[in-house]
DNA sequence: TCTACAATCTACAGGAACTATAGGTTCAAG
DNA sequence: CTTGAACCTATAGTTCCTGTAGATTGTAGA
């Protein structure tokens, strides 16, 4: 009794649409499914996995090209360790400016809270809280 | 001596498109700028500083209805405080999930590179490392 | 088993957020 | 005062979905 499920199931369990799973799979991020005799999708616990993997990713900003380089990572992990080395550290290096820049709106947005509890907020200076120049690196932007 | 500069400038320090400058004006992200007798675009600044936090923000994700409402924190720091409030809450608690996951992608990339320096990586747990269900508001986990 | 109805199918149109191109105007270095 | 880069508006194309249409399938109740 493996447990598979339905199209529907899988966006629900993902928190995706339908036709967002279709366009992956047609796209060439989702594997073809196996499908039903009447030609309906099946899906497994390691579809949910990786779809939840690239909405996930999706919601960080990651392109979809950014994404498809992680999960070749996990597509084939006995690759030469140099080509996996070389993703995951251009990858890694990003996701730290990441943390940090959202760390800083993180505080940025606590500040004022805190101040709001106060009475009012006189200042903002949340546009000045993701412009920490010392990370940018010119030409790490996402797309 | 109020520096200004044009468009193509403000491009290049933003690291965005003088096109797309044109396209956040439009829809009413960046205010109309002052023109030339010529009639071209001139900026200050304070116009930089709002599209370097346009471009960081959208970088990491947010839409740009939610960089509207981060902006209007910016834009009416006097508005009542219960609004301020809400919305920065809101914010935040987007802002905190995120950091958590992009802290769990950055372990296992880091797990990968030390993985990789011993040889190869024999196992890829990059997909996991998303997957964090203590904060998805599903709660829904094939172990 | 039959039937009703939700779920799924393919195909295509539409929206958000850019990005590129066309054809013309302005700015500034020489 | 020329000339080429930078700018202008307008429009069409790209990416990443999202919605709709019309037909088919899966399944639960009579």
Redesign the interface.
Known sequence: MQ?SFGIGRLA??A?AKVQTIRYYEQIGLLPRPDRTSGNQRRYG?AD???L??IR??????FSLEAIRE??S??DQ??R??DA??AI??A??AQ??Q??R???A??AE??R??RQ??G??????R??????DHADCS?GS??E
Chains 1, 2 share one sequence.
């Open positions: 447990e629900e369990a928190e616990p949910l996995s990786r939840q993997f996930h990713a999706r919601g960080l900003g992680l999960l990572l996990a992990p006995d030469p360790c996996v080395d995951a550290r990858q890694l996701v730290g990441r943390i820049r959202l760390q709106l993180e947005l606590q004022m809270i709001c509890a009475g009012r907020i006189s200042d903002c949340i546009i000045g809280a993701l412009g010119h932007a996402p």
